[in-house]
């Protein structure tokens, strides 16, 4: 059984650097979405996929993030000219339509 | 906007006492909703869910939950807490169908010690 695998686990980058993040979700899942948390915080929508369609986004995702799932397979989410408040873990989850959502490991961004 | 409270911000408990956590969320329609939990160094887990009918549901290592729509609740029960419990819990819900964006709570710091 192979969950949610997101890459790299973490990474530290510097003020106005970009990144890009990527997420395989569970093979059968046609959703996929993208949340972020900060510490203290519940996870936070950012947006999500169904097959390559991307479906809803969150006014959190400011027109520096971009996120992509061009084959309805793996999804990246690209953050550009990262800022310091953009430090937090990204977290990747997958589901069938109309079904609960299974999360990945996240990935830890440190922008300094 | 909709949004989920969660009532605990941080439990402290002994082993084999029983644990409540609250979570209320704020949405007058047909909402689904889970209980996710997270263990030390681990992702965040399904703990258990709710879609439509029993408003009692049951989920694993003996935690249940009670959806009353009238309260706009859904608090996590168990009648035994261990050790091995010590997480963090998660309230969360989705709005008119499954499959949607998730609102999540700030979560509860569940700490039994034994």
């Known amino acids: 059984d192979t969950g949610v695998s997101q890459d790299p686990r973490h990474k530290i980058t510097k003020r106005g650097q970009n990144v890009t993040f990527r997420c395989d979700p569970i093979?059968?899942?046609?959703?996929l979405y993208w949340y972020r948390q900060t510490l203290g915080q519940g996870p936070e929508f950012l947006t999500y996929f169904q097959n390559e369609a991307q479906l809803e986004k969150s006014r959190l995702l400011s027109d520096r993030f971009s996120a992509e799932r061009p084959k309805g397979s793996f999804s990246t989410l690209e953050i550009q000219r990262t800022e310091q408040g953009d430090s937090a873990m990204y977290l990747c989850a997958s589901s069938s339509v109309l079904a609960e959502q299974y999360f990945g490991p996240g990935t830890r961004l440190t922008v300094t | 906007a909709q949004s989920v409270s969660q009532h605990n911000h941080h439990v402290i408990l002994s082993e084999a006492a029983s644990l409540e956590l609250g979570c209320n969320y704020s949405?007058?329609?047909?909402?689904?909703l889970f209980w996710y939990v997270q263990y030390p160094g681990q992702h965040l887990q399904l703990l258990l869910k709710y879609f439509s009918g029993d408003p009692l549901v049951k989920g694993i290592k003996g935690f249940e939950a009670e959806f009353i729509k009238s309260k706009f609740s859904f608090n996590l029960r168990k009648p035994s807490v261990q050790w091995s419990d010590t997480a963090e819990y998660f309230c969360a819900v989705n709005v008119n169908q499954a499959g949607t964006a998730l609102i999540f709570g700030k979560g509860t710091t569940l700490s039994v010690s034994s």
């Open positions: 949405y007058g329609g047909t909402v689904n």
């Open positions: 093979s059968e899942h046609n959703r």
